[in-house]
């Protein structure tokens, strides 16, 4: 464990992290965080609002679908019973209920019928629009049973008619004579593609698919369209099995009394088409709307994509002015440090050490103390008047400082005439100079440390002995001055004799 911990105390402890411009950046990069969780936070909301407002709009479609097709059915309702009180169909003559049929059907204003045609008691066809039976032997025939027992509408199972794929509904109406008897009944076939005009011709959301499906799981209808589905069985799917009842799980919350679930990558709803006109139904059908779920959180995702991309590059931004200015920061820093550097020296040079608890911690450590100082703050200040005492004139005066990091170093000289001794060195009297080198390391802008390296004690009479100034060197002459000068009296020849 320790050796896996190595390289980050290693990180830790390395001048990159201890760099200003490095704590800049990460300083940068903390702030935006909170930023960036009230993005994230924000688009989780936004896309839980999205959500809700397309499960919202997916019940509504699936509603106004189901409600739709079941209007439809009213409205055949209504035209069968207009039909079962025509002349043509209560007369004896088939000739002319056949034609009337044909040409209804030809219409197109009457598009949505596949097949009319007039049944009677013992199952022969009295008249008919086309040749071909859209009924089948082998079909549920009960709801036509039920028309002749006297239900004034009765509705047939949904189908996919052989002759051309499409989904079919056929319906029966009794057709009464003036006694009330019944002995013949109305059998209108519809197509369900013509009929279902909210589902064929309505503004869907973009992806959205919406579908209609029988008691069985048989698509009968789908838009957008997908005709070589229709009649296929899409049982195992969560969403039609829900729909037909299988395995049932609404979700929780729901209580408009729709079936609603959410299916993977889509939201769903489904709404059962409700007959009130009649109790004769064959076959039941569920109008099923499903909603992709990427298409309805779009516009939050391309919002928090937008805003990610804001603060990035704002964040950007600062990080750059972080990176530029961090040598500002540093340059400026490094001159605060050197005039703390530089009021450490006035109180050598004045005497006044009031103001060092400023700018001076309390624990502060000379590593060259001087034989018997005190540690701390304290010390330093009985360095000051120890120093005081031995030069009453004296100054410390910083030549050059350089200020790298948490460290200024400082090339000082200290004059002063030498009353008294000073560090183990007698007083001499006379005027003294040393120079010196010394570092100090701040910690929270404040002196923590110091290290000092002086030279011995110098007499500035004698250190002026040696700095004699150069001879005066006299002009060279040329060879023609030379000749001119020749036999000339000079003064220095005179006294060279």
């Known amino acids: 464990m320790r050796n896996l911990l190595a390289p980050f105390r290693w990180f830790l402890h390395s001048g990159i992290v201890r ?11 903390l702030a935006s965080l909170p930023t960036l969780l009230l993005l994230f936070l924000t688009a989780s909301q936004q896309r839980a609002e999205a959500l809700e407002f397309g499960q919202q709009e997916a019940e509504r479609l699936a509603r106004t679908a189901a409600s739709d097709q079941g209007r439809e059915m009213e409205r055949v309702q209504r035209e069968l019973a207009l039909l079962t009180r025509l002349p043509e169909v209560q007369a004896s003559d088939p000739s002319a209920c056949t034609a009337f049929f044909q040409g209804l059907v030809a219409d197109p204003d009457n598009a949505i019928y596949v097949d009319l045609r007039v049944l009677t008691e013992d199952g022969e066809v009295f008249c008919r629009s086309t040749g071909a039976s859209p009924l089948r032997e082998n079909e549920d025939l009960g709801f036509i049973e039920d028309a002749f027992d006297g239900t004034h509408f009765t509705v047939g199972p949904y ?15 009794p057709v009464r004579d003036d006694d009330g008897t019944i002995d013949r009944v109305v059998v209108a076939t519809l197509d369900l593609g013509s009929q279902s005009t909210f589902m064929t011709q309505s503004t869907l959301p973009e992806g959205a698919v919406i579908r209609l499906v029988d008691e069985q799981g048989t698509l009968l209808l789908q838009r957008p369209p997908l005709r070589e589905a229709v009649g296929t069985s899409l049982r195992g799917t969560p969403v039609i099995d829900e729909a037909i009842g299988i395995a049932a799980t609404p979700v929780p919350g729901v209580d408009d009394g729709d079936e609603v679930m959410v299916e993977d990558d889509y939201i769903t709803a489904t709404q059962p088409i409700t007959i009130t006109s009649t109790d004769s139904v064959a076959g039941n059908a569920s109008v099923i709307v499903l909603v992709p779920e990427a298409e309805i959180v779009r516009g939050a995702n391309d919002a928090f994509r937008d805003n990610l991309g804001k603060l990035g590059v704002a964040t950007a931004v600062v990080i750059f002015a972080a990176w530029i200015s961090a040598d500002l920061f540093v340059a400026r820093d490094g001159e605060t440090r050197k005039s703390i550097v530089a009021e450490l020296y006035h109180a050598y040079s004045s005497g006044a050490v009031e103001h060092l608890d400023g700018i001076v911690a309390a624990d502060f450590t000379d590593h060259s103390p001087a034989p018997g100082q005190s540690k701390g703050i304290d010390g330093l200040k009985q360095s000051v008047a120890a120093f005081r005492t031995a030069f009453p004139d004296g100054e410390i005066v910083p030549r050059e400082m350089l200020a790298d990091r948490d460290k200024v170093v400082a090339r000082v000289s200290l004059t002063g005439t030498h009353l008294a001794e000073f560090q183990g060195v007698p007083p001499s009297g006379k005027r003294m100079i040393a120079d010196g080198t010394e570092t100090f390391q701040f ?18 009479e004698k250190l002026r002995s040696f700095e004699q100034p150069p001879k005066e060197q006299k002009p060279k002459q040329s060879f023609l001055q030379r000749l001119l000068n020749r036999g000339k009296h000079r003064p220095e020849d005179e006294e060279a004799a």
């Open 443 to 460: 910690r929270h802008g404040v002196i923590v440390e110091s290290w000092s390296l002086f030279g011995p004690l110098v007499e500035m």
């Open 159 to 173: 189908r996919v008619n052989p002759a051309n794929g499409n989904s079919i509904i056929s319906f029966a109406a």
């Open 19 to 29: 760099s200003l411009r490095f704590r800049l950046i990460l300083t940068v990069l």
